[in-house]
């Protein structure tokens, strides 16, 4: 897990949650991260995940902003098209080789929003891993790893949404017998 301070409004802080897959050499290692609302995710696919592509908005009614296609072509092609009050709060599959002596590369994907769940995309064996978004934390974007032919690795990055801390500040902390006060 990587902390890393954005240039976005209100200097947020995003948290990359590892990559599940092959993270090995020889594959090119990407990071998508956007300042703004995720509207599509787009799949390639087949008997693995080929490549993933997403398109975000800045603000609400502007043009979407379509984000690098990082992987290779498929058998079949998936858009998920996300309503403007959705958000994604699961990102779930399985990675394994699509043969027996093949590396390890993204199976399957699944998304799951406020709203409903989209996927399988690909094919569900292998090793399975799921990233949980919940409340308090927003979606962020997504890194990973991928060749001219599939999506080898997938993680995410979250972002609090909390701007305050708004319980009762404490007022003393107690050590044995002492008092202490905290400011």
């Known amino acids: 897990m990587s902390i890393i301070n954005t240039s976005a409004p209100g200097n947020e802080f995003l948290i990359k949650l590892g990559a599940r897959g092959n993270l090995s050499f020889g594959v090119e290692n990407w990071d ?9 995710i787009l799949i390639s696919h087949g008997d693995a995940i080929n490549s993933i592509q997403v398109s975000y908005s800045t603000t609400p009614g502007e043009r979407l902003v379509l984000a690098h296609k990082h992987g290779g072509d498929g058998d079949e092609f ?10 994604l709060t699961m990102v779930k599959g399985y990675y394994g080789p699509v043969r027996r002596n093949d590396p390890s590369v993204v199976r ?7 709203g409903a769940t989209y996927g399988p995309f690909g094919t569900e064996e292998g090793i399975p891993f799921c990233f949980h978004i919940p409340s308090g934390v927003s979606f962020g974007g997504f890194h990973g790893c991928s060749d001219g032919r599939y999506l080898h690795a997938i993680g995410i990055y979250i972002k609090s949404t909390a701007r305050h801390h708004l319980g009762p500040k404490p007022e003393r902390v107690y050590f044995g017998r002492s008092v202490h006060s905290v400011e």
Do not use: H, P
């Open 32 to 40: 998508e991260v956007f300042n703004g609302k995720l509207r599509q």
């Open 78 to 87: 998936d858009c998920v098209n996300l309503e403007s009050w959705e958000s």
């Open 108 to 114: 399957s994907l699944t998304f799951g929003t406020n």
